[in-house]
C-alpha cells in the first residue's frame, strides 16, 4: 500500500509539472512550431495508448456502424478525434498567455443573444455541454467577456493536483465545482444559480446514472442531476458546444433555451427532461463526430441497441444528490 501509494503521488507530479512545463514553454514557443508538435505527439500517445483507441473504434462501430461501414473509415474518424483531444488540451495551455482582449477576438461566440436574454431572468444558467471540440475553452471564453461563470468537474484524486487545476482556472476568471461530495456540489451549483452565474455542466457520460436514455441508438444510464436542477430551481438550460470551424477557427455556439418536461411526478418530469437534454447532446455529437471523445459508453459496451426509439424510460429512485433540492 505504502508503495503504491508512493506511485500514485510520483505520477501526478510528473503530470503537474509537465502541465505547469508546457504552459510556460507556451510563452516562448511559436505557435505553428506548436501545433507540429502536438500533432507527433498525438501520433505517438495514439500509438501506445491502444486500450482507449480500441474502446473509441468499438464504440464507432456499434453507433454509426450503419452509417460507417469500413472499419478504415471509422478508424480515420477516431484519429481525427484524438488529434482534436490533442489539440484541445493545446488551445487550453496557450489561453493561460492571453489577454481577455485576445481571447474575445480569436474565439468567436454565436448565439450570444440567448444567454443575454437566459441571464436577464436573474435565476442564472445551466449551460450543458459535452466533451466535445475544445469543451475547456468554454469557461475562458465566456470569463473573458465578463460573463461570471462556474465549471462542475470531477476532481483527480490528486488533491495537490487538483488545486493546481483549480488555480489555473481562477487565473482565468472562472470558478470550480467539485462534482463531489455530491451534497456540496449541490451547494455550489445553488450558490452560483442564485447569483445569476453561469454553471457548465458536461452531461455526456453515459457509463452510469438511474436514468435509461436512448443515446446512440443504445441503451445507456444517465445521471439525473441537470435535469433535477433544472426543474427545481428555474434556471434557464442552454446548450453550448466549443468547435472548430473548417477554417480551424474557435466557435463558442449558444443554443437557444431547453425548457424542461414538466409531467405529473418529478420523476416522470425528470426522466423525460433527461431524455431530451440527451437528444440535444446527441444532435451536436452527430453534427461533430470527428470532435468527440467516444468514450463516454459503457465500459464493456454490451449494451443492446433500442428497438423502439420511443420507448418509455424506466428511471429508478435518485442518487445525484440530496433527494429534495431547497431552492430557498
Request: hydrophobic share 40%.
Given at each position: 500500500m505504502v508503495i503504491g501509494d508512493f506511485f500514485h503521488r510520483v505520477r501526478y507530479r510528473i503530470g503537474e509539472y509537465a502541465l505547469r512545463g508546457l504552459i510556460g514553454l507556451l510563452a516562448w514557443i511559436p505557435y505553428r512550431l506548436l501545433v507540429l508538435s502536438t500533432s507527433f505527439w498525438a501520433w505517438v500517445s495514439f500509438g501506445l495508448l491502444w486500450q482507449y483507441r480500441r474502446r473509441m473504434e468499438e464504440n464507432v462501430a456499434t453507433a454509426l456502424g450503419d452509417e460507417i461501414v469500413s472499419p478504415a473509415d471509422r478508424k480515420a474518424l477516431i484519429w481525427r478525434a484524438w488529434k482534436n483531444f490533442a489539440?484541445?488540451?493545446?488551445?487550453?495551455?496557450?489561453?493561460?498567455?492571453?489577454?481577455?482582449?485576445?481571447?474575445?477576438?480569436?474565439?468567436?461566440?454565436?448565439?450570444?443573444e440567448h444567454l443575454k436574454q437566459a441571464l436577464a431572468k436573474g435565476k442564472g444558467v445551466l449551460a450543458l455541454s459535452a466533451h466535445l471540440g475544445a469543451f475547456t475553452m468554454i469557461g475562458p471564453r465566456l470569463a473573458a467577456g465578463d460573463y461570471p461563470f462556474s465549471i462542475v468537474v470531477k476532481q483527480p484524486k490528486d488533491e495537490h493536483f487538483a488545486r493546481c487545476l483549480d488555480d489555473l482556472r481562477a487565473r482565468k476568471g472562472f470558478r470550480t465545482i467539485s462534482a463531489k461530495p455530491r451534497k456540496e456540489a449541490v451547494r455550489g451549483i445553488l450558490k452560483s444559480l442564485r447569483e445569476n452565474r453561469v454553471v457548465l455542466?458536461?452531461?455526456?457520460?453515459?457509463?452510469?446514472?438511474?436514468?435509461?436514455?436512448?443515446?446512440?441508438?443504445?441503451?445507456?444510464?444517465?445521471?439525473?442531476?441537470?435535469?433535477?436542477?433544472?426543474?427545481?430551481?428555474?434556471?434557464?438550460?442552454?446548450?453550448?458546444?466549443?468547435?472548430?470551424?473548417?477554417?480551424?477557427?474557435?466557435?463558442?455556439?449558444?443554443?437557444?433555451?431547453?425548457?424542461?418536461?414538466?409531467?405529473?411526478?418529478?420523476?416522470?418530469?425528470?426522466?423525460a427532461t433527461t431524455a431530451l437534454f440527451t437528444r440535444q447532446l446527441e444532435k451536436a455529437i452527430r453534427r461533430y463526430p470527428e470532435q468527440w471523445n467516444?468514450?463516454?459508453?459503457?465500459?464493456?459496451n454490451r449494451t443492446p441497441r433500442l428497438e423502439n426509439k420511443e420507448e418509455k424510460l424506466q428511471m429508478p429512485g435518485p442518487t445525484f444528490a440530496p433527494d429534495r433540492i431547497d431552492e430557498r
Amino acid at each position: 500500500m505504502v508503495i503504491g501509494d508512493f506511485f500514485h503521488r510520483v505520477r501526478y507530479r510528473i503530470g503537474e509539472y509537465a502541465l505547469r512545463g508546457l504552459i510556460g514553454l507556451l510563452a516562448w514557443i511559436p505557435y505553428r512550431l506548436l501545433v507540429l508538435s502536438t500533432s507527433f505527439w498525438a501520433w505517438v500517445s495514439f500509438g501506445l495508448l491502444w486500450q482507449y483507441r480500441r474502446r473509441m473504434e468499438e464504440n464507432v462501430a456499434t453507433a454509426l456502424g450503419d452509417e460507417i461501414v469500413s472499419p478504415a473509415d471509422r478508424k480515420a474518424l477516431i484519429w481525427r478525434a484524438w488529434k482534436n483531444f490533442a489539440r484541445g488540451v493545446l488551445e487550453t495551455c496557450e489561453v493561460m498567455h492571453l489577454s481577455k482582449e485576445a481571447i474575445v477576438s480569436s474565439v468567436s461566440m454565436e448565439g450570444e443573444e440567448h444567454l443575454k436574454q437566459a441571464l436577464a431572468k436573474g435565476k442564472g444558467v445551466l449551460a450543458l455541454s459535452a466533451h466535445l471540440g475544445a469543451f475547456t475553452m468554454i469557461g475562458p471564453r465566456l470569463a473573458a467577456g465578463d460573463y461570471p461563470f462556474s465549471i462542475v468537474v470531477k476532481q483527480p484524486k490528486d488533491e495537490h493536483f487538483a488545486r493546481c487545476l483549480d488555480d489555473l482556472r481562477a487565473r482565468k476568471g472562472f470558478r470550480t465545482i467539485s462534482a463531489k461530495p455530491r451534497k456540496e456540489a449541490v451547494r455550489g451549483i445553488l450558490k452560483s444559480l442564485r447569483e445569476n452565474r453561469v454553471v457548465l455542466v458536461i452531461a455526456d457520460e453515459f457509463k452510469s446514472g438511474d436514468v435509461t436514455v436512448d443515446f446512440m441508438g443504445q441503451q445507456s444510464p444517465a445521471p439525473r442531476g441537470p435535469a433535477t436542477l433544472a426543474l427545481r430551481t428555474g434556471a434557464v438550460t442552454l446548450p453550448m458546444f466549443m468547435t472548430w470551424r473548417p477554417d480551424g477557427s474557435l466557435c463558442l455556439l449558444i443554443e437557444p433555451e431547453i425548457s424542461p418536461v414538466r409531467l405529473e411526478s418529478l420523476d416522470e418530469s425528470v426522466a423525460a427532461t433527461t431524455a431530451l437534454f440527451t437528444r440535444q447532446l446527441e444532435k451536436a455529437i452527430r453534427r461533430y463526430p470527428e470532435q468527440w471523445n467516444w468514450l463516454g459508453f459503457p465500459r464493456n459496451n454490451r449494451t443492446p441497441r433500442l428497438e423502439n426509439k420511443e420507448e418509455k424510460l424506466q428511471m429508478p429512485g435518485p442518487t445525484f444528490a440530496p433527494d429534495r433540492i431547497d431552492e430557498r
